[in-house]
């Protein structure tokens, strides 16, 4: 039976309440409801003791969680909606990110975030913040574009030491499947070839990784061969897969989903152009979301957000610089 990448999260929280009793999940509507996109769903009935509701105050669930984290516990967290996030800004990014250079003592929390954009989400449920919290040193921000990394990213984020922001698509909970959970994850923090290629390299994230295949199966019908780099994590960020992706195609193409001002795509062209120039054939790109907010209608939003055809399209730009 195919594993769907919210299968995937679901089973890695499992497996983890099952192998540390430290390990409890907090947030809005997770246990009898099973969350709002149904990621603990059925996990209460397992663990009625350490699948918990929340009130609706984010910045309360994240304050208590830190507090229960720098006392031994290892919660995770589930925000309805990335953009919900905000209202914990200051606990994440004051209290969770700085506690351990401000005291020696760890905070192993993981905040899961559904980010991205679906179809008449709108802009206050579809944005995506992993360069927000990429900006903020102490925490690990992991992005995952496949239902390997869904479930075998979590589990490490689960374990790790730092606090995490683990950014799950919506639109990948369902779309995405597998025949089987992995035996062996990549480690966090270091990128995936997605797809080989010598004529371009375009690098992405998430839910991009697969709009940027699928533009690549698209040019190679032209004779095309582009190399898609999966980030994997915005924070730490794989530098030198990226370079070497580079050194091979001579072109870069950074892809996000995020809004343009200051995001990853800028960090992503900022270092190839210092540390990678001479690498270089052409001028780096890039290609983000419309710097507006997050337009409701469908046929609005797919304008708004990159897609296969406009990654396609800048690419075949590229290659005739």
Not at 19 to 36: H, L, M, P, R, S
Not at 234 to 252: C, E, H, N, Q, W
């Amino acid at each position: 039976m195919a594993i769907t990448y919210l299968d995937a999260i679901r089973e890695a929280q499992a497996r983890a309440l099952e192998e540390d009793e430290n390990v409890y999940i907090y947030g809005q509507d997770v246990a009898n409801f099973g969350g709002a996109f149904k990621a603990t769903k059925g996990l209460s009935d397992r663990f009625p003791d350490r699948v918990i509701d929340a009130p609706i105050s984010e910045d309360a669930i994240i304050g208590s969680a830190i507090g229960a984290a720098i006392e031994g516990m290892r919660p995770i967290v589930e925000m309805q909606f990335a953009d919900f996030s905000s209202i914990g800004f200051n606990q994440i990014i004051n209290q969770a990110a700085t506690h351990f250079w401000r005291t020696g003592v760890p905070c192993p929390i993981t905040i899961r975030l559904p980010s991205g954009g679906t179809e008449g989400s709108g802009p206050f449920h579809s944005q995506s913040m992993e360069s927000i919290y990429a900006h903020y040193p102490g925490l690990i921000v992991m992005t995952p574009a496949t239902v390997e990394d869904a479930y075998g990213m979590l589990l490490e984020a689960i374990r790790i030491d730092d606090p995490v922001i683990f950014c799950e698509h919506k639109l990948l909970y369902y779309h995405l499947k597998a025949e089987e959970l992995p035996k062996v994850i990549l480690p966090v923090g270091k990128a995936r070839i997605a797809r080989a290629g010598r004529h371009a390299t375009v690098v992405a994230c998430s839910a991009m990784v697969h709009e940027a295949l699928r533009a690549a199966r698209e040019l190679a019908e032209d004779g095309w061969e582009i190399e898609v780099v999966d980030l994997r994590s915005a924070k730490p960020i794989d530098t030198d897969t990226i370079l070497a992706s580079v050194a091979r195609t001579g072109r870069l193409l950074a892809v996000a989903e995020s809004f343009p001002w200051g995001g990853l795509t800028s960090e992503i062209v900022s270092r190839v152009a210092s540390e990678g120039f001479h690498l270089l054939d052409a001028p780096p790109q890039r290609l983000n979301s419309k710097d507006t907010p997050i337009p409701y209608h469908p046929n609005l939003w797919r304008v708004h957000r990159p897609t296969w055809q406009s990654i396609a399209s800048a690419t075949r730009n590229l290659i005739q610089l």
